[in-house]
Structure formats: structure tokens, C-alpha cells
């Protein structure tokens, strides 16, 4: 179907669904100085004194966020509504992790709270006592997130960049971006893999001497040449500054935006042979390391994309991996109908040595219907779970939410594109952020699947596909079994887990509208 009839066509679908306004109930989290959200309690060994020991995260409409129990399995299944068996010895992909990006308008809300909510919030994502995030995104110079339109050469026809320069990440500007990402780094309680995306080069190297409305590249090969030394040039200057990177997309959503903020249009073609001739060696010359992921765009081209592109040998030789976005199609809402995991398979099928990451999605991202923050939505944390476990069971690596923090309009945004964020800040009062429902949700993955997991062997008696409760299960490199469980029924359920050839049951209850994390040694 041609985009643009699919988009109307999706737009109805939207339209039908319920908007239910009727009684909306805040499910947000507010954490002040005086009452600081609870920290998230952590796995450690005296957990589990003996093999039938387990831990049970829940978090749920009616109360849990992210509550730790301790609990011992049974000899005997509770007969559940459903079945989940785990197989060790089935193997899929590698995990690399959790996140979320670290723009400017992430940098801008966060200055504004006192210094105690400045480190309550980032150890809310990045410490042992928080969801414990191992990825984060980064965009070269700036986006809509940001509050101006900036590049790091201004200089126009600086086609060798010697006025390159990156002091704007470190000024008001762009609320100390590169100060915010330093910190994070030292909080860490993890690794964490960072990659960079650009949104669009100077506005002198594009055909219309602009960032907005969809430009494209000067095609001159001097501009090609300037454009690819320009990502050398970012990663030098945020190594001078002790901040390295793991992994680089090409161009954040190259097949296009509403042509309102900043982008640099690519057909595949184009992004072939831009890798193939230009980024591709230059990357591999001086950051031989970095891992280069294509498309970083929606999933309803994948198919065209990563054809165009990984069925070119030559250029497929410097793409490691594929970006996903989940806008387009608004694929969760209609996923019966879009299919946006089946794709990713496909891509898995077709190309097995690359990777898929999700390297952003959002929800309050829809122009009128549904545009901006809701402070404690249930519903907008649900569907997080919801494309985070899918995209997992359709081997996707990893899971990077958009901004870390917006304020209480889910901005700034010089472009007026607001949008919703898990932590939401009083950016007016300052004394004062949110965690939303998105938040917990998010960690029942980020804070137990740690890098270097393997997802294994997780079925059920009820598919998966049809059952409103859906699994996903995990080997860490500690060798633990962690299971992540979600149901968006409106009841609640009994269900078991049996790891494959071991004796015991983990009986569990999984109250309506939950999401459940279980952890145990490997049998
Ligand atoms: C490009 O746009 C800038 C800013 O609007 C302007 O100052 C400059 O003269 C333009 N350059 C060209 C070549 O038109």
C-alpha cells in the first residue's frame, strides 16, 4: 500500500478506537526533596538460598511499581490459565540493552530541578536503586528537542570544517547536553553502549539551505565528503571530552518527516550509496569500532530498505545492524492489521548477521488526536510493554525510548512537536518530577535483562499472539532466568513457569493490567 494511502487509512482505524475520557485516573509517580520516590530494590545472592528461591517484580493498575517479593516455587503446576515453558537450549539473539536518548530538551528540564531531584532522577534510570538503563542515544548537534536550530559548522562553504565546533553541547543553549551525558556516565551503575544520530547536516550542505522540509544533500561529492568527515569530526570531539560511543545510525528517519523540523531526506538508494562510497569508509578509517546501523526510520519500509541496502555486498560491508522507529503506522495500535514484528522477522531471516535495535518510539506523538503528555496514563505505559516484549520475540536487540525527560507540556520543542516521556518535570517550580506509568514498565525489562543476555526458548499454551498475557525469557550472563510477563486483560490470572527438564513450578497470580518480572538461577 502506498504510504500515504496506508497513513489515512491507519488514521481511521485510530479514529475508531475508544477514547475514553470519561474517568481518568493519574497513575503518575511524583517524587519532591521532601518525598523522594522509592528506590527500586535489586537482585542479589542471599536471594536465592536454594534452588527453588525466585524473585517476583510487579508492577500493576492497582498499586505495584516495580515491588520486589520473595517467593519459593512449588513441586506441583498451579494448573494456570497459561502454560510458560522456558527452553535454555533454544538460542536467539544477543541483547545489548535498554535506554533512552539524552537530548537537549532532556538536558534543559533536568537543570531546571534543584540538585537533589537532579540526582534523584538520574539514578531513578541509571543506578542499582533505578531501572538501571545500559543504552543511550545521543542526536549530532540539534533536533526539535532542541530550542533553536543549530549545526556544529556555521561557517557557510566550510567544506573542510576547520570551524567545527561542538561548545554549543556544553551552553545554555542545549541545557549542558554534553555535561548531562558526562554525569550519567560516572552514575552508571552499567555500561552503557551510546550511539549518535544525526537529524541534518548544516544548512549549507543541503540542496534548499535548510534543515526543514525534508532537504536533501548538495549533490556535489565534496558535500558527501564534508558530511561523513563531519561524524569523524563529533567523534573526536566527544572523546577529547571522555565520552565514547558504541554504535552511529546514518540519519535519523531519512525516508522523511512532516517536513516541520529538522531532517535530511534519503531515498534507500541514496542511503546506499552514501554508506557504500562516503560514511562507509570513512567511519571504518578513523572509528573502525562503531557500529553503523542503516534506516533508524519506521518499520513499514523495512522491507525496501534493508533490500536496497543490505542486498548491495559493497555497501552491506560497513552496515552492522538495522535501526527501528515506531511511528509511522501508529503499527501497536493496529498491530493485527500492520504487522510490524513480522517484518522484523523478516529482516532476520533475510540478513541474520545484523542486529535490529529499536532506537526510538514515544507515545502523545500524533498531531490532534493525540498529541503531548498525559501525566499517569495506564494505557501509554502498557503499550511500551507491549512493543518492547514484541520487538524482543521478533529479535530485536534492545529497546531506546525517545527523550529521557520532557516537562509538563512534553517539551521543549522549537518545533511545537511535543510528546509524551516516562519522567515528566515541573520545569516551572523546579521542585518536583514524575515518574509515569511508562517508567515501570520499562524496567521490568531495562533493570533484569542486563547486556550480553540471550533471549531463549518461551512458549505457551496460549499462544502468544492471541492471549492477552505475553512472555518473553531471558538467559543472563550471570546465568539467570528472567522471565518478563505482561497482561493487558482487564482480569487478572493464574499462570506457571517451568524451566525445561527442572522439577519445579514458579506458581504465580498476575493481577489485570500488569506486568511481572521473575528471576532465578539457572536450574
Ligand atoms: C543560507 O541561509 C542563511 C540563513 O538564512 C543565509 O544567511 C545565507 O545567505 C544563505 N546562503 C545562501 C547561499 O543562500
Redesign the pocket.
Known amino acids: 500500500m502506498p504510504e500515504f494511502a496506508s497513513n489515512i487509512f491507519m488514521k481511521f482505524q485510530l479514529l475508531a478506537l475508544p477514547t475514553v475520557a470519561l474517568a481518568f485516573t493519574d497513575y503518575s509517580d511524583k517524587c519532591t526533596s521532601d518525598v523522594p520516590c522509592a528506590a527500586i530494590e535489586s537482585i542479589s545472592a542471599p536471594d536465592f538460598p536454594t534452588k527453588q528461591d525466585y524473585v517476583l517484580y510487579s508492577t500493576s493498575q492497582s498499586g505495584d511499581r516495580l515491588n520486589k517479593v520473595n517467593k519459593k516455587m512449588d513441586t506441583s503446576s498451579n494448573g494456570g490459565w497459561q502454560e510458560i515453558r522456558v527452553d535454555l537450549d533454544t538460542k536467539f539473539q544477543t541483547i545489548l540493552g535498554f535506554g533512552g536518548a539524552l537530548t537537549d530538551s532532556a538536558a534543559i528540564n533536568i537543570n531546571k530541578l534543584t540538585p537533589d531531584l537532579q540526582n534523584q532522577l538520574i539514578d531513578s534510570y541509571y543506578t542499582e536503586g533505578g531501572i538501571e538503563y545500559t543504552v543511550g542515544r545521543v542526536p549530532i548537534a540539534s533536533c526539535d528537542f532542541s530550542t533553536e536550530v543549530y549545526s556544529y559548522v556555521e561557517v ?1 562553504e566550510d567544506l573542510e570544517l576547520d570551524s567545527f565546533d561542538i561548545s554549543v553541547d556544553s551552553s545554555d543553549t542545549t541545557g549542558n547536553k554534553l555535561g548531562l551525558i558526562q554525569r550519567v556516565l560516572k552514575a552508571t551503575a552499567n555500561p552503557i553502549s551510546l550511539f549518535a544520530s544525526p537529524w541534518a547536516p548544516p ?2 550542505m543541503t540542496q534548499t ?1 535548510s534543515t526543514v522540509g525534508n532537504p536533501s544533500l548538495r549533490d556535489e561529492p565534496e558535500i558527501y565528503e564534508s558530511w561523513s568527515k563531519y561524524f569523524t569530526k563529533f567523534f573526536e570531539a566527544y572523546r577529547a571530552a571522555g565520552v565514547e560511543f558504541w554504535g552511529v545510525t546514518v540519519q535519523n528517519e531519512p525516508a522523511g518527516n512532516t517536513g516541520a523540523w529538522q531532517d535530511l531526506k534519503m531515498s534507500p538508494e541514496e542511503q546506499r550509496d552514501f554508506v557504500k562510497n562516503y560514511l562507509g569508509p570513512e567511519l571504518r578509517a578513523f572509528n573502525p569500532e562503531l557500529k553503523i546501523m542503516m534506516h533508524d526510520d519506521q518499520r513499514v519500509h523495512l522491507k525496501e530498505w534493508t533490500d536496497t541496502i543490505l542486498g548491495d555486498p559493497d555497501a552491506a560491508q560497513y552496515v552492522d545492524g538495522v535501526g527501528i522507529h515506531w511511528y509511522s503506522e501508529v503499527e501497536d495500535y493496529v498491530a493485527w492489521a500492520t504487522k510490524p514484528f513480522d517484518k522484523m522477522n523478516d529482516v532476520t531471516a533475510k540478513y541474520p548477521d545484523q542486529f535490529i535495535l529499536a532506537t526510538e518510539a514515544c507515545n502523545g506523538f500524533i498531531p490532534i488526536i493525540d498529541q503531548g503528555p498525559k501525566l499517569g496514563d495506564w494505557n501509554r505505559g502498557e503499550r511500551y510493554g507491549y512493543d518492547i516484549l514484541h520487538d524482543l520475540n521478533a529479535h530485536a536487540v534492545g529497546w531506546t525510548d525517545w527523550n529521557i525527560a520532557l516537562d509538563l507540556e512534553g517539551g521543549p520543542n522549537w518545533a511545537k512537536n511535543v510528546v509524551d516521556a516516562p519522567i515528566l518535570i515541573d520545569a516551572e517550580a523546579g521542585d518536583a518530577y514524575y515518574r509515569n506509568p511508562m517508567f515501570y514498565y520499562l524496567g521490568h525489562f531495562s533493570k533484569f535483562i542486563k547486556p550480553g543476555s540471550v533471549r531463549v526458548g518461551c512458549s505457551s499454551t496460549a499462544p502468544f499472539t492471541q492471549s492477552p498475557m505475553e512472555a518473553a525469557c531471558f538467559l543472563t550472563p550471570a546465568d539467570m532466568v528472567v522471565v518478563v510477563v505482561l497482561n493487558r486483560d482487564i482480569t487478572g490470572h493464574k499462570y506457571n513457569v517451568q524451566v525445561k527438564g527442572s522439577d519445579n513450578f514458579v506458581n504465580v497470580d498476575v493481577d489485570k493490567h500488569s506486568i511481572q518480572t521473575i528471576v532465578f538461577p539457572k536450574p
Open positions: 557557510e544548512a549549507w539551505n
